[in-house]
């Protein structure tokens, strides 16, 4: 996994270019008005639940979207699916996304989403995992573009919101046909795209490749935003990309994980050019602090406290006896633990090292 990697000395800034592009695009999605260049959240499965997007949110990630939600599970109101439709005032705009390989049961779960109350409904064209993928949902619809056109349209018809897809550039390097799905989609109803630089069969292998999203903003006929994404990790290669790629806004995932200050660092750059140093420990453990409360108060102290396990070690990596500090909030078992262990690193005084 890709990580940014910005724990180097606290006061380091770098200069600014001598005269930075100005992108006045401020897209829009209907009436949910973006801000220039917005930076979206990726959506992450067992990862982008509220309470990691509380903590983007804060650090100013622009749209979010849910974890994708089966539309099977949604039909047969599995708990885990509907608990996945909570969205919150405080996050908007926010998507739903719904996957699936049925075009009625995809109609159907738009509708059930948008009595959720998100800004909007976003279908995933892009998993690549087996037990998706394989049954025909995900990125297999990127075989079967009339089933995804009327998959699409059955979305479209059933939520009075804007429909927005993210997929990938195509099923392998012999059928890369995002160009192709882009217009279709757009011909439906749809009202942004994101585009993972990666066909299903890289999986998250090699590098993403950006050169054919440019190509779909060049389309003359595309009028939706188009949003890139595939592995942005810093606040230079979010600039490179955007000058490169000429893209309406980026999406941005595992470089969140644990190290949700990538929005505000990205933000900061694009506008100044110039590099916000990078979280100081008290601010890392603030964050991981609020991450945690959200948590608890989502899905209750086990849970809270068992999913939280999987993010501590991304917000304290780099920093002086990290593995020491993540065995023991790992370990703990009540949240009053988690607190005190919590405190205890902010009164370490332990430097970031890596
Ligand atoms: C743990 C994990 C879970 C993911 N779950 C989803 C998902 O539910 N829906 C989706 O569209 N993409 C999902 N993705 C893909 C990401 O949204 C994104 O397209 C991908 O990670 C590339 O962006 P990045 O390089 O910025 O991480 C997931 C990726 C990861 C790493």
Redesign the pocket.
Known sequence: M?RARCFGKLSMTTPAPAVLPSYPTMPSIRHIQLPDFPLLL??????SDPPFRAVCKVNGADLMYT??ISSEGLIRAAAKSRQKLDVFDYERPIGI?LFGSDVATMGECAAISTEAGPDLIDI?Y??PVKQVALRGAGAALLRDIPKMVAMTAAVVRNTPLPVTV?TRLGWDDDTRNVEEVAERLQDVGIEALTV?GRTRVQLYKGE?DWRLIAKIKENPRIRIPIFG????DSPEKAARYRDEYGVDGI?????AIGYPWIFREVKHYLATGQKLAPPTLDERVAMCRLHFEKSLSWKGPKAGIFEMRRHYAHYFRGLEGAKNWRARLVGAEVGEEVFGILEEIAVSEAVLVG
Do not use: L
Request: aromatic residues 4%.
């Open positions: 890709k990726a959506p992450m499965e067992d990862v974890e994708f996304q995933n892009g998993c993210k993972h993403a994404n595939g592995d942005i999406m941005i995932g595992r470089a």
